[in-house]
Each structure stands twice: as C-alpha cells, then as structure tokens.
T-cell receptor, first 111, second 113 residues
Framework: GNSVTQMEGPVTLSEEAFLTINCTYT??????LFWYVQYPGEGLQLLLK?????DKGSNKGFEATYRKETTSFHLEKGSVQVSDSAVYFC??????????FGKGTLLTVNP | DTAVSQTPKYLVTQMGNDKSIKCEQN?????MYWYKQDSKKFLKIMFS???????INETVPNRFSPKSPDKAHLNLHINSLELGDSAVYFC????????????FGSGTRLTVV
C-alpha cells in the first residue's frame, strides 16, 4: 500500500516567514497528491492537489509541485500569516479508495 | 449547504457503555469512510462503504460496527466502550476513489471516562 513520510513538527515561524513542509511518498502508479489542512477544533479541509507529474497545486498562497522523479510533494508558502496556524497533512491517492495520510505537521505562526 | 455532517460533535460516556455516531453526506458521493484521529493527530482509516457495501475493514476491534442504510449515510456503533477508544472520529466521503480526494465532516470528539 501507499506510505507517506512527512516532515515532523512542530514548526514555529514568525509572521511573513517562508514555509516549507517536506513530503515524500511511495505509491503504485501515479496517484493524485493532496495536502489537507486541519484548523484547531475542525475537520480536515482540502488545501490543494495535483493530479500528474509536474503539476503545481495552489490555494491561499500555498503551492506544491508533483515531482515524480523524487516522489515528493513539498508544501510551500512565501509569507505565512497567524491564520495559517494549523496541522497540515500530505496524502497520496491511488486507484483504490484509501487515502493514507502522513503524521501531520503542526505549524504555529507567531505575530 | 452541501457537506458531510456528523452528530454528535461531542460525546462523553462511561466505560462499558454503547454509543453511536451518525454521519450523512448530501454531496451525492458513492463512498463513505470512518477515520480515527488520536491525540497526536495521527489519522487511521477504520471502515469504508461503497454504495452500501463494505470495501475497507481495517484491523479494528469487533466492538466497532459500521452500518450504511443507504449511500448517503454511514453510522458507527461502538459497544462496551474502553478508555482507549477516546479519540476524534471523522467521517468522510468521496466520489470514485482516493484519487479524487475526500470531503470530511467536522468530527466527533469521544471521551470515555
């Protein structure tokens, strides 16, 4: 089955700092790749996705590029805000029904 | 609003009790899921139903039993609750499998005392 290695947190940044959260995966074939975000006390929300190699997913200033050669999907944002404080999960899709999530990375952004 | 909705949001109960969590989606999706999130935020799939048929049944104690009366509903019944069952349980739905992503409910925080 699929597996995900995600950068361990917690990550603490100051507002307007640059963010990278690393994610590498193993999967059969060429799955779609997802980043989900979980704000405190809420469920997971889809943040962005990419469906094929070299695609770039983007949303709310976050970006991630599907790198088939390195099986990676690193999440980046150029200037984080306090409101970005949340837990971020990387997940490869696949031809079956099961999304396998990384362990989650807690991001705290201080003013 | 189109969504995945779970009830209750919070559930506090004593060890040994039996409880149910309900989930409904109005997105027209064919597949529904239950995930368990532990205190370290780790998410583990428990069950999945596709058009009312069980398709994923991970290593979960027999005390947990899912029921899907129709493709818009997936309920989770837990017998003889134990302290270790305390967690947040998330329902999710998807159309045509994992490559299309999931839509999650807001979770049910279960506390067993």
């Amino acid at each position: 089955g699929n597996s995900v290695t995600q950068m361990e947190g917690p990550v603490t940044l100051s507002e307007e700092a640059f963010l990278t959260i690393n994610c590498t995966y193993t999967a059969t074939g060429y799955p779609s790749l997802f980043w989900y975000v979980q704000y405190p006390g809420e469920g997971l929300q889809l943040l962005l996705k990419a469906t094929k190699a070299d695609d770039k997913g983007s949303n709310k200033g976050f970006e991630a590029t599907y790198r088939k050669e390195t099986t990676s999907f690193h999440l980046e944002k150029g200037s984080v805000q306090v409101s970005d404080s949340a837990v971020y999960f990387c997940a490869p899709g696949g031809s079956n029904y099961k999304l396998t999530f990384g362990k989650g990375t807690l991001l705290t952004v201080n003013p | 609003d189109t969504a995945v909705s779970q009830t209750p949001k919070y559930l506090v109960t004593q060890m040994g009790n039996d409880k149910s969590i309900k989930c409904e989606q109005n997105l027209g999706h064919d597949t529904m899921y239950w995930y368990k999130q532990d205190s370290k935020k780790f998410l583990k799939i428990m069950f999945s139903y596709n058009n009312k048929e069980l398709i994923i049944n991970e290593t979960v104690p027999n005390r947990f039993s899912p029921k899907s009366p129709d493709k818009a509903h997936l309920n989770l019944h837990i017998n003889s609750l134990e302290l270790g069952d305390s967690a947040v349980y998330f329902c999710a739905s998807s159309q045509e499998g994992a490559n299309y992503g999931y839509t999650f409910g807001s979770g049910t925080r279960l506390t067993v005392v």
